[in-house]
């Protein structure tokens, strides 16, 4: 069992900075990648970025530029350094675990930018 926590949601005016953690815990063996997902309202969830267990990282176009992911390894941690924030960057955020016995997910956390 495996179980994937985000957290750093929240309010944010446009043009500010948050910063997503997701921790994973549980039978954990090997994380080969992580990845953001996102989901607007009214929207179905799609990829934000991902993070191999090589450190290459892969960014949607709506983020790149702003948007940063990293890891470490040893706390089986992710993040998103949200910069320059927009409101059409509202939405829930989900991280996702791609491991050998498949993926996992989070229950999401909440970001919403106000103009």
């Known amino acids: 069992q495996v179980q994937l926590v985000e957290s750093g949601g929240g309010l944010v005016q446009a043009g500010g900075s948050l910063r997503l953690s997701c921790a994973a815990s549980g039978s954990i063996f090997s994380i080969n990648a992580w990845g953001w997902y996102r989901r607007a309202p009214g929207n179905q969830r799609v990829w934000v970025a991902t993070i191999t267990n090589d450190a290459r990282t892969f960014y949607a176009g709506s983020v790149k530029g702003r948007f940063t992911i990293s890891r470490d390894n040893a706390k089986n941690m992710v993040f998103l350094q949200m910069n320059s924030l927009k409101p059409e960057d509202t939405a829930v955020y989900y991280c996702?675990?791609?491991?050998?016995?498949?993926?996992?997910w989070g229950q999401g956390t909440q970001v919403t930018v106000s103009s």
């Open positions: 996702q675990a791609q491991m050998g016995l498949g993926d996992y």
